[in-house]
Nanobody
């Protein structure tokens, strides 16, 4: 089993910054892609940013130039640096990781964290 735990959410004023972390633990041989998603009540969960195992990144248009995704392979941890936050960034942010658990199996499974709430308000 693999667990993902997000941290770093909270209340921030418009224009402010937050850094989210996602720590993966459990049966991990390697992590392929990691991603951050967000969801507000009544809407579908949407991709915010993703990073591949070799560091390639992609971002939603709405966050380009404001958010930066990164990861530390040795720590099995991913990050989302959020700057110039806007009220419309308010959401529950979820971490996702595609994990290969065993060296003798090529099977990759997708895991989700429970989310961390980010509120952007004055």
């Amino acid at each position: 089993q693999v667990q993902l735990v997000e941290s770093g959410g909270g209340l921030v004023q418009p224009g402010g910054s937050l850094r989210l972390s996602c720590a993966a633990s459990g049966s991990i041989f390697s992590i392929n892609a990691m991603g951050w998603y967000r969801q507000v009540p009544g809407k579908e969960r949407e991709l915010v940013a993703a990073i591949s195992s070799d560091g390639a990144t992609n971002y939603a248009e709405s966050v380009k130039g404001r958010f930066t995704i990164s990861r530390e392979h040795a720590k099995n941890t991913g990050y989302l640096q959020m700057s110039s936050l806007r009220p419309e960034d308010t959401a529950v942010y979820y971490c996702n990781a595609d994990v290969r658990s065993w060296p003798y199996s090529s099977r990759v499974m997708s895991y989700w964290g429970k989310g961390t709430l980010v509120t952007v308000s004055s």
